[in-house]
């Protein structure tokens, strides 16, 4: 099968999912600096999120670029993740409006958790259709970045129990981790 309507469809949904994101900023009432102040917690989940967002999006856009063809099982685990992800604007939205309270926090690292193991699913489904000799399969390698960040996430759902502030640094680290441009699909297909 063809990609290309896979990644239309997930460019689709992930804009969407921003778009839903930013309509959780309510415009405050007043007209100074002090009426922003409350809405500061929501707009750091925001620009979190955003940034999440936007990870997913050049990475998957990355990988489906490596990619030459999907099948059936390919389709459905794109899906999963992209269902995963889906939940982001809820897990923001909660956790904004409530302060970074310890449920919300530890809901927010479940959600980011199973989106990193759904694109594990989705880049292993890849793999296997395109061959371990391939170029996508050379790209992904052993991705040591996949597994740090889902040990760092069940990490901070743990944490989230004990010290929110410190579950969400560890979101802001794993983002940052990947903030870094990671070129080995662009290395693997350039040789």
């Given at each position: ?6 990644e239309a ?14 309509l959780e ?19 750091l ?22 990619a030459h ?7 459905w ?7 995963w992800?889906s939940?982001?604007?809820f897990?923001t939205g ?10 919300p926090?530890a809901?927010y690292?479940?959600v980011?958790?199973m ?7 989705l ?17 992904i390698?052993s ?11 069940l ?10 502030p ?17 070129r ?8």
């Amino acid at each position: 099968m063809n990609k290309n309507r896979l990644e239309a469809f997930s460019d689709g949904v992930l804009a969407i999912i921003i778009t839903i994101m930013v309509l959780e900023l309510k415009v405050p009432h007043g007209s100074g600096f002090d009426a922003l102040l409350p809405l500061l917690p929501v707009f750091l989940c925001y620009v979190l999120s955003f940034v999440y967002v936007g990870i997913y999006w050049n990475n998957h856009h990355h990988l489906l670029h490596a990619a030459h063809h999907v099948n059936g099982p390919i389709l459905w685990a794109n899906l999963y993740l992209l269902f995963w992800l889906s939940l982001i604007p809820f897990a923001t939205g909660w956790m904004g409006e409530n302060h970074f309270a310890s449920l919300p926090v530890a809901l927010y690292g479940v959600v980011l958790l199973m989106a990193a193991c759904a694109y594990v699913i989705l880049t292993r489904l890849l793999v296997a259709r395109h061959g371990r000799d391939s170029a996508l399969a050379r790209s992904i390698g052993s991705d040591g970045k996949g597994k740090l960040s889902m040990l760092l996430y069940l990490l901070a759902v743990t944490l989230a129990f004990v010290s929110p502030p410190i579950a969400g640094a560890i979101y802001v680290g794993v983002a940052a981790i990947w903030l870094v441009p990671d070129r080995r699909i662009e290395r693997a297909l350039s040789e």
